[in-house]
């Protein structure tokens, strides 16, 4: 008989296990993979609807594409999980597993920081691009205040490539010498991954004039008065400020048990939880060593819990233990991208390759998303049906995703 795989989250990293467990084991497995959407955006996407690039509904990709063999998706909210059982729970129903792969994300925590839902933009969910880009046709002078509310948090360079975006639309716009855009971070240097890799940030960000608080968290807002407090003591005055939202695990984590001082630990060479049988990655996972929250290091971990469920399977050698590796591309403005190829736990200290910015760069990051498209969801072109992707997108943004 077939074992019963049961993915919940279909981001990057449920999407490339089930991908893959339907190409390697289709005959050992049945897959049912649950999302409470129906449809799924690369993280990177929300930067063409904040820049106005792309309308959300031209974004999605929708789950109904997904054909399969062995993979049945559901439209599904996991409301429970019980991790020593194997036993997720739905709105819908229940689910026991054999294996269970726990791909839930991180979810924002906007009240963590108060005065921020009141007074503050945000680009991390799609609604917020939305809701900044409209914010954005209106400025026309003043303070952009972009600060970074807690760590972890998605894609290191994500609030970089904000302010790089930012000086490019004023720039194009004509109002760059009116607009002051600083920012502020609890990290020491941005993108902390190796010494050379936050000089690249540190030097782009200089280059176009953007000022930089370092080891400063903003803890609230008064939104009336236009000034966001420091934990240091001081405050910054602002005009529009955008914040990278708290990040923590989503709530029905927390309540299962498997969560330990905010994320699921897992064993960091086969993703695997305390629990026989319980596998936790992508961003929902934590482990003894860094590894950056981003689709690359989740798409990494996605196979390697795919060959891990087949060694155990067959009885076989264990696969190569995950490195947390993989390319992340940086969006510098100007049509021009860079790209660092990044390898978290392969040796002794986390290892980063800096590639220059460039318009290949750009041209390769646009075929990444081609293949994953193609993988995850079987689909050649960019475009997905415009009625469909509309109706979509209306029920995404009214949820808030
Ligand atoms: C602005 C921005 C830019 C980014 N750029 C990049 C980039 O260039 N490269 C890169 O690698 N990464 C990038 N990222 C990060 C990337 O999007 C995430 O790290 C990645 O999506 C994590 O994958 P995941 O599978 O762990 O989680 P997710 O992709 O977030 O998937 C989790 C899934 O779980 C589902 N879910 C959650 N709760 C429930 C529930 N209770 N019931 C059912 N389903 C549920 C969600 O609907 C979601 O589909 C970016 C992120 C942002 C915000």
């Known amino acids: ?131 900044l880009r409209a914010a954005l046709d209106d400025f026309e002078a003043g303070t952009v205040l972009i600060s970074v509310l807690g760590h972890p948090f998605k894609c290191p360079p994500a609030p970089f490539e904000g302010a790089f975006l930012l000086h490019d639309l004023f720039t194009r716009r004509g109002i760059r010498d009116a607009v002051n855009i600083r920012m502020t971070y609890p990290m020491a240097a941005p993108v902390p991954v190796t010494k050379e890799v936050s000089q690249m940030f540190l030097a782009a960000l200089d280059e176009r004039g953007i000022e930089c608080a370092p080891k400063e968290l903003v803890v609230g807002l008064d ?37 330990v001082n905010g994320w699921v630990p897992v064993d ?53 233990p995950y490195e947390g590796d993989g390319n992340c591309y940086v969006e510098f403005g100007a049509g021009m991208v860079g790209k660092v190829e990044v390898n978290f736990l392969g040796g002794p200290a986390p290892a980063g390759r800096i590639i220059a910015p460039s318009r290949e760069l750009a041209a390769e990051k646009e075929a990444f998303a081609a293949t994953r498209r193609r993988s995850w969801f079987g689909l050649d072109a960019h475009a997905v049906p415009v009625g469909m992707a509309a109706r979509a997108a209306r029920s995404l943004i009214a949820e808030g995703g």
């Open 1 to 131: 008989m077939k074992k019963h795989v049961v993915i919940v989250g279909a981001g990057f990293a449920g999407l490339e296990l089930a991908a893959r467990l339907s190409e390697s084991l289709a005959d050992a497995v049945h897959v049912t993979l649950i999302d409470k959407n129906d449809a799924f955006y690369f993280g990177f996407s929300k930067l063409d609807v904040l820049l106005g690039r792309r309308p959300p509904a031209d974004v999605l990709l929708h789950y109904g594409e997904i054909a399969k063999e062995g993979v049945e998706y559901r439209r599904e909210t996991v409301t429970a999980i019980d991790p020593a059982r194997r036993r997720v729970i739905t709105n819908e129903g229940s689910y026991d597993a054999d294996f269970l792969a726990v791909a839930l994300g991180a979810d924002y925590d906007l009240a963590a920081t108060p005065g921020f839902q009141q007074g503050g933009f945000e680009y991390y969910s799609l609604a917020g691009a939305e809701r």
């Open 223 to 259: 939104a009336r008065e236009r000034t966001a407090r420091l934990a240091s003591g001081g405050s910054v005055p602002y005009d529009l400020l955008i914040g990278i939202p708290v990040h923590r695990a989503p709530a029905v984590v927390e309540r299962s048990g498997l969560a």
């Open 268 to 320: 960091q060479t086969n993703l695997a939880t305390r629990f026989p049988g319980v596998y936790a990655l992508g961003d929902v996972a934590g482990g003894a060593r860094t590894v950056a929250k981003a689709g690359i290091f989740a798409e990494a971990a996605g196979r390697v819990v795919a060959a891990h469920i087949a060694a155990c399977l067959r009885d076989s050698e264990p696969p190569p």
